[in-house]
Every structure is written in C-alpha cells, then in structure tokens.
C-alpha cells in the first residue's frame, strides 16, 4: 500500500522558512515523479514544484527564486524548503506520486496523493 506522509508545516510569520517533508512508503521511490501542490481555503488544488527522477524541477511562477524542491532517494523522501514566505503561501500542502511521464503540473497526471500539512503565513 503506497503511503505518503508530509510533515513540517506550521506558523510563521511573513519571511520567515519552512521545510516540508514528504516520506514515501509502499513504492520504489527513485523513477516516480514527486510534486507538491497546494490548496488555500476557498480555491482550487494549485502546482506549486515538481521534480522527475532525472532531477529535473519545476516551479510555478509565483514561488520561483523563494522554494525549493529536492528529493533523497535513499530516504525515500522528497522535500521542500520555502523561504521569504508570504501570507499568500497560506495552504494546505499535498505532496503526490507520478509513475508515469506526464506534464507534471496538472493534479489529474498523479497518482498517489498524501493527506497534506497545513501551512501559515502570518503578517
């Protein structure tokens, strides 16, 4: 049974950094494609990053130059560090699973979801 497990959200003030975590488990981690979305109250899931076992990331525009994505495959875990949050970053934060090669910024191409971490951004 393929498990996803996020963990790191939080509080924090307008600036501030977070790192969220992402353990996998159920799955040989390294060939799938990892991405993090997120969902603020009211609003649809949004792509946030993504990254291919290549190494290749992807980011949306409003989150490049602040977060970063990256992966351990030896953990079995993928990351996100976010730093000079804003109060617009407040979301639920999902990290999904991608077997297969496809775009990597629409939810519908992913296979395997987490529960999500809440994330603050206070001003």
């Known amino acids: 049974q393929v498990q996803l497990a996020e963990s790191g959200g939080g509080l924090v003030q307008a600036g501030g950094s977070l790192r969220l975590s992402c353990a996998a488990s159920?799955?040989?981690?390294?060939?799938?494609?990892m991405g993090w979305f997120r969902q603020a109250p009211g609003k649809e899931r949004e792509f946030v990053a993504a990254?291919?076992?290549?190494?290749?990331?992807y980011y949306t525009d409003s989150v490049k130059g602040r977060f970063a994505i990256s992966r351990d495959n030896a953990k079995n875990t993928l990351y996100l560090q976010m730093s000079s949050l804003k109060p617009e970053d407040t979301a639920v934060y999902y990290c999904a699973a991608m077997a297969w090669r496809r775009l990597p910024y629409d939810a519908e191409n992913y296979d395997y979801w987490g529960q999500g971490t809440q994330v603050t951004v206070s001003s």
């Open positions: 159920g799955l040989t981690f390294s060939p799938y494609a």
């Open positions: 990254t291919r076992s290549a190494g290749n990331t």
